[in-house]
Structure formats: structure tokens, C-alpha cells
């Protein structure tokens, strides 16, 4: 099936520290989207990407639809506390309709 | 506004038993998934509803898993006989639209432990 790869796997920073993050497939994507998950719950939206080149942000949160459409990133400004999670990339390939999870980067920030 | 409403949050039966999940998608929304989440294989897709239709089910572990969506507000996924393996977080999504891009909202997941 169809594989994302997230990295950093996992990421232990201090509060107040900018975040960069990606995804890379290894087929062209219409569509990324970001997601966070905290303990227990289900993963909610952060951003929604639809075209190649696209930067959007949601508060301190940025993330790009990379030029070759088959990675994405994600940029966390001025980290805080809350913004501890697991954050997943995914979206669904060129051809198909199956939305596909990545591997997920671990969060934590450190006070 | 109402999310995508799972229950029960937590499930706990012995292997064997029958084990049934149940899902309400987001009043409007016109397609439902279903994912397994485990620490080994991440978040996969069992199936997904268009419209009540099942459209890709290709994701279903084996028969012992069945899905069904009677209604545009109810789904089913349910394991028989359960066992050990099956154990992990059970989420529902929905979305409106078509096209595959659009958006997935997540239920807050049951969490499935099998003996």
C-alpha cells in the first residue's frame, strides 16, 4: 500500500522553540492535510493544503504543499505546552480514493 | 455542533465473544470510514461509505470483520469471533463531499481490548 513517511519520528524540544516537521510519499498527492492527536482522543484537523506550492497558515501553525506534490511540511512557531501530540500528514494519492495516514511525529515540549 | 459520536469509548471481552462498534457521523456528512490505530501499523483504513454504499473494503482484516451503515446517521463495525489481535483503537471519520480531498472528521475512537 501506500507509504508516508513522517520525520522526525519523535522530537523533544524546549518551550518557546520553532518546530519543522515533513511527510513525503512516494506518489503524487491532490490534497494533504494535517492532523493532531492528543492522548485518547481522535486526530483534528490543523490544515488543509490543495495545491502544489500552497502555504497556509492557522495561528502559529504553518504548513506547505511541497512543488513536487509529494511531500508536505509542517512548521510550528513559538512552541507551547499544549502543543504536545502526535501530529500525522495524510491525504489521499493521485489515483484512488483511500486516505492514507503517515507515520506520525511525537511532540513533546518541554516547559 | 455535534462531532462524529463513538461508543462505547472503552471495550473489554474475552477472545471469541462478538464485539460491535458503533459510529454517528456529523449530520450532512455523506461518507464514513473506518480506521484501526495500533502502535505497530498506525492508523489503517478498513473501509469507507459513500452515500450508505460500501466503496473499498479492501482494508478489512479478514471475515471475521463486517461493516454496515443501514442509515446516513448510523454505522456498525463488528468483529466475530474476536480475538486477542484484534485489540486496538477503533476510530470512525466522516466528511461531505465527492472528491477524496475532503477532510476527515474523527470521532474520539473505542478502545478495544481483547483476552
Known amino acids: 500500500g501506500q507509504q508516508l513517511n513522517q520525520s522526525p519520528q519523535s522530537m523533544f524540544i524546549q518551550e518557546g522553540e520553532d518546530v519543522s516537521m515533513n511527510c513525503t510519499s512516494s506518489?503524487?498527492?491532490?490534497?494533504w492535510l494535517w492532523y493532531k492527536q492528543e492522548p485518547g482522543e481522535g486526530p483534528v484537523l490543523l490544515i488543509a493544503?490543495?495545491?502544489?506550492?500552497e502555504l497556509t497558515s492557522n495561528g502559529r501553525l504553518t504548513a506547505q504543499f511541497g512543488i513536487t506534490r509529494k511531500d508536505s511540511f509542517l512548521n510550528i512557531s513559538a512552541s507551547i505546552p499544549s502543543d504536545v501530540g502526535i501530529y500525522f500528514c495524510?491525504?489521499?494519492?493521485?489515483?484512488?480514493?483511500?486516505?492514507?495516514f503517515g507515520t506520525g511525529t511525537s511532540l513533546t515540549v518541554i516547559p | 455542533d455535534a462531532g462524529v459520536i463513538q461508543s462505547p469509548r472503552h471495550e473489554v471481552t474475552e477472545m471469541g465473544q462478538e464485539v460491535t462498534l458503533r459510529c454517528k457521523p456529523i449530520?450532512?456528512?455523506?461518507?464514513l470510514f473506518w480506521y484501526r490505530q495500533t502502535m505497530m501499523r498506525g492508523l489503517e483504513l478498513l473501509i469507507y461509505?459513500?452515500?450508505?454504499?460500501?466503496?473499498?473494503d479492501s482494508g478489512m482484516p479478514e471475515d471475521r470483520f463486517s461493516a454496515k451503515m443501514p442509515n446516513a446517521s448510523f454505522s456498525t463495525l463488528k468483529i466475530q469471533p474476536s480475538e486477542p489481535r484484534d485489540s486496538a483503537v477503533y476510530f470512525c471519520?466522516?466528511?461531505f463531499g465527492r472528491g477524496p480531498g475532503s477532510p476527515l472528521h474523527f470521532g474520539n475512537g473505542t478502545r478495544l481490548t481483547v483476552t
Open positions: 471519520a466522516s466528511s
Open positions: 506518489s503524487i498527492f491532490n490534497t
Open positions: 493544503l490543495y495545491k502544489a506550492g
Open positions: 495524510a491525504g489521499p494519492p493521485n489515483t484512488g480514493n483511500q486516505f492514507y
Open positions: 449530520s450532512g456528512h455523506n461518507s
Open positions: 461509505f459513500n452515500n450508505n454504499v460500501p466503496i473499498d
